[in-house]
């Protein structure tokens, strides 16, 4: 049994750009503006970083291929930079990559680094993906409101949720990350929404309307780490650690057998159970302070709290609308605004959620600031319910 | 003597109806009198994809042993392609041996009736398959009078429907319409000339020499079966040829319009409903020359269900005229940014999964008993390593059950909203496919669906188009009727 990398990487410091549809900056600006305040916290010298991960999903309107768009960009010392893709799961990717590195003993500092230009493409709504020549020759022209709209109807007919309630449930979803995100100044969409404004929304895909859905937007966000002897010897406190990382990635099970019904995360469910374990939380709903949630769509929000054992399975639905997720609430979901308001630059959003968790645990989160937290969960996906990257990740004072 | 054993018939659901042409280009004296309707073909079907489906519905009758196939004849005065070859696609959906002689006829709309006379005549056994899909100008004749649809016919294999008893193919240089290459649409003439020099002085010298082919008199003839546009020419045919007991077949006109090279064919269909056996048929058409054919029924006509009751029945009566010059892409639409993604051919990718793509054969583990799509060299089977363990496992025929169902509005679709979902294949496996049909939205969670051979998508800077398998319910919803 590995012995995971719990407290043996400390994030030194982090940096997130302004989210949004920028049409000021390419994702070179973008990537800078996340890198110079990351390495503004970290007060160290650039020369100090031994090797670099790169996330970024669409190389057609984006950056580009390879390592190199970001070592250029931020005019690297002379290190390596890899580049990964994981759908919308590549920010964390990209963490993991460098948190192992700093674990592997391989290198004291590394960076970590997402960004996706989005709003080049002169349409709403995310560009279809690559996908090689043979599955488009058979799998449906699909879209991310069409692959989750599949899963409202799963979970609905699973528990047996009347469609009001679960429509209800998800515009409360979207009602409180709206809210949250008003006051946050790098936030996409800042504007206060009400349940009735959600549920009159234009339907994109059944039962998913339009405030139902995240926006996509241009944005990057990166992470400095190292170990917790360098950090601490720089004078970070609290000290805030990585408690586990852990990656499931579909195998075709849920796609290609029948077994799956549809309802939930398979994968989500296996990568809390290990980041639980790794981390040595034995109870999350008491142990985790805030959770950062891949809020692509309300009800991903609402089933990944079932998923992650945030609450009992078939519940969501009735605590959400109870007020537990709320920011005054049981665990603050979404506490900056998530991928529903804070935005969603695909390769970014990883390192976004985690930027936040740190925040918190460092007590840096000015207005949004939650009374000491010890833990805080990322979870982060790519693709659809039925064939996705899913990653949990958890961050812990030390 | 030869015989045919199984005739298979397809109709696309959409009937538009001649009101709705005549009340969009009445003005220009399209619609010709706006009574009844044509059947339309789909955005995601073609002569390809209906031909396949009646010779589905054919080779389905039962009887008749698919391996001893040695010849597919696919007619259509609107080949999809130039090249490649057209009935090389509708060999692979059928799944047929490798070991058949494949090949497209054409240039007439007796080329259905042309290739049956030539598979009649010889002892191999073939399977001819006719469709079409003719583009029309706006506001033409042939535009209200035309129809989208198909028809296939087993001949020498399984047990004998129809005996042939004779027949004959004449030529003549009687050109009443063509369309020149590069051309989108023909250009017809006069339809006096065309009945005088036509029906009643070709036809019947046609039918007479058919007759002593056969030994047989003009009033051992119990029914004619002869697509014919003129009104009132049917019956003048009958006298001229001295077919004094016969019957004439309805011509669909009303229904399905005149559907081309299967139009002999489908009505043969629909006259063999009320049929008994022993009696006597002569299939003819016009063409550049005619042809008639002599069949008698045999016993197992009492047998013979043809699915073509049903296919009228389940139409679905569509009042937007612009569906049909949209579909057929004779009008420009913004399609929007989405709407633009290039289809990489990938040709070599098709070939090496070709039956997959086009036979819809998926794999199923020996050692599990799992069955997956597309198959794999290691097994889907969720656990442990399973290496070259899969059969081959058809699944076109399998039908499955909704798991998971979206009318997506974002997604590009030629007919939004676009209709995908999990399928559960019977018998195991299952697959994320289109929906389509007009009425695809109204399926759900648990509907049984069944799958058809369509279109998946097409590049109209190429031309190319490629084609898969798509779920439609199997029980489609009640149809409409027209106001």
Redesign the interface.
């Known amino acids: 049994m590995a012995s995971g990398i719990k407290d043996r990487v400390a994030v030194l410091s982090m940096g997130c750009s302004r989210f949004g549809e920028r049409w000021d900056v390419g994702q070179e600006e973008l990537m800078v503006e996340a890198y110079s305040e990351a390495l503004t916290r970290a007060a160290i010298d650039p020369a100090l970083i031994g090797a670099a991960w790169y996330s970024s999903h669409y190389d057609d309107i984006g950056a580009g291929k390879a390592g190199t768009p970001m070592a250029q960009a931020l005019r690297l010392p002379d290190i390596g930079v890899t580049r990964v893709e994981n759908f919308c799961a590549g920010g964390t990717e990209a963490f993991r990559g460098a948190v192992y590195a700093v674990a592997s003993g391989a290198v004291d500092v590394a960076l970590a680094m997402g960004v996706e230009k989005l709003k080049d493409?002169?349409?709403a709504?995310l560009p279809?993906a690559s996908r090689g020549?043979?599955s488009?020759?058979?799998?449906?022209?699909?879209?991310n409101?069409?692959?989750f709209?599949?899963?409202a109807?799963?979970y609905a007919?699973r528990h047996q949720i009347a469609r009001t309630d679960l429509k209800r449930a998800m515009a409360h979803t979207s009602v409180k990350s709206h809210a949250n995100a008003v006051d946050h100044p790098n936030a996409h969409l800042r504007k206060a929404l009400t349940i009735d404004q959600v549920l009159n929304a234009p339907?994109?895909?059944?039962p998913l309307g339009l405030f139902d859905c995240c926006p996509v937007s241009d944005g990057a966000a990166c992470a400095i780490v190292t170990t917790p002897d360098i950090a601490r010897a720089l004078g970070r406190a609290p000290l805030v650690t990585i408690k586990a990382i852990q990656l499931v990635t579909s195998?075709?099970?849920e796609?290609?057998?029948?077994?799956w019904?549809?309802s939930y995360f398979h994968t989500a469910r296996i990568a809390a159970k290990r980041a639980y374990q790794e981390a040595g939380i034995s109870d999350p709903r008491t142990a985790i302070g805030l959770a950062e949630l891949h809020d692509c769509f309300s009800i991903t929000e609402l089933v990944a709290l079932e998923d992650l054992g945030l609450c009992d399975e078939g519940q969501a639905w009735r605590h959400m609308l109870d007020g537990w997720f709320d920011r005054d609430g049981r665990m603050p979901c979404q506490i900056d605004g998530g991928l529903k308001c804070f935005g969603h630059p695909v390769g970014a959003s990883g390192l976004r959620m985690l930027y936040e968790c740190w925040l918190q645990l460092s007590g840096q989160a000015g207005a949004r600031q939650l009374a000491s937290p010890h833990f805080a969960l990322a979870h982060n996906l790519g693709g659809g319910p039925?064939q996705n990257v899913c990653s949990v990740a958890l961050l812990g004072t030390c | 003597m030869t015989y045919i054993s199984a005739i298979g018939t397809y109709l696309p659901r959409l009937r538009l109806s001649r009101s709705a042409i005549a009340s969009a280009v009445g003005w220009l004296g399209g619609g010709s009198g706006g009574k009844g309707t044509r059947s339309l073909a789909f955005w995601d079907e073609d002569s390809i994809t209906m031909g396949v489906e009646a010779a589905r519905q054919c080779l389905a009758q039962g009887g008749a042993d698919q391996t001893a196939l040695r010849q597919l004849v696919f007619a259509t005065t609107t080949p999809v392609f130039r090249e490649p070859q057209n009935a090389s696609f509708v060999h692979a959906a059928l799944r047929l041996q490798a070991d058949c002689l494949t090949q497209d006829a054409g240039g007439t709309a007796r080329s259905g009736l042309l290739a049956l006379h030539q598979a009649l005549e010889q002892a191999s056994p073939a399977l001819v398959v006719a469709a079409d899909m003719p583009v029309t100008l706006a506001a033409s004749a042939a535009e209200a009078r035309s129809g989208d649809g198909a028809a296939a016919v087993l001949v020498g294999a399984g047990q004998p429907l129809l005996s042939y008893l004779g027949g004959v193919s004449m030529a003549a240089p009687l050109v009443d319409r063509y369309q020149a290459s590069g051309h989108e649409a023909g250009v017809e003439w006069e339809e006096r000339w065309l009945r005088e020099e036509g029906f009643m002085t070709l036809m019947p010298q046609a039918i007479a020499a058919a007759l002593q082919r056969a030994n047989l008199s003009p009033d051992a003839i119990d029914c004619l079966v002869m697509p014919c546009p003129i009104a009132g020419c049917a019956p003048a045919v009958l006298k001229a040829a001295g077919l004094a007991k016969a019957r004439l077949a309805p011509t669909l006109a009303q229904e399905t319009g005149d559907t081309g090279s299967g139009h002999a064919l489908l009505m043969l269909a629909h006259a063999l409903g009320g049929m008994k056996a022993g009696e006597t048929i002569l299939l003819a058409q016009l063409g550049q020359g005619a042809t008639v054919l002599v069949v008698q029924a045999q016993e197992g006509i009492a047998d013979f269900k043809t699915g073509l009751a049903a296919q009228l029945s389940h139409g679905l009566v569509e009042d937007n005229y612009l569906k049909l010059v949209m579909f057929r892409g004779q009008l420009a639409w913004d399609r929007g940014l989405r709407g633009r993604t290039a289809v990489n051919e990938a040709l070599s990718t098709s070939y090496r999964y070709h039956e997959a793509l086009l036979g819809f054969v998926g794999g199923r583990c020996r050692e599990t008993g799992r069955v997956q799509f597309p198959p794999s060299r290691l097994s889907a089977s969720g656990t442990g390593f399973h290496l070259d363990t899969l059969d081959p496992y058809p699944l076109a025929d399998a039908g499955g059950k909704v798991a998971t169902f979206t009318a997506d509005r974002l997604a590009f679709s030629r007919h939004p909203p676009n209709c995908y979902g999990l399928v559960d294949f019977n018998g195991g496996g299952r697959l994320m496919m289109d929906f389509t049909d007009p009425d695809a939205a109204g399926l759900s969670g648990g509907d049984d669906v069944r799958f058809v051979f369509r279109i998946k998508d097409m590049d109209e800077r190429t031309g190319y188009r490629r084609y898969f398998w798509k779920a439609v319910s199997a029980h489609p919803a009640p149809p409409t009727t027209s106001d």
């Open positions: 493409t002169g349409f709504g279809s020549t043979f488009p020759m058979y799998l449906p022209t699909h879209t409101p069409g692959n709209s599949q899963l109807q799963s007919a339907m994109v895909a059944d195998n075709g099970w796609a290609q057998q029948p077994d019904d549809g039925a």
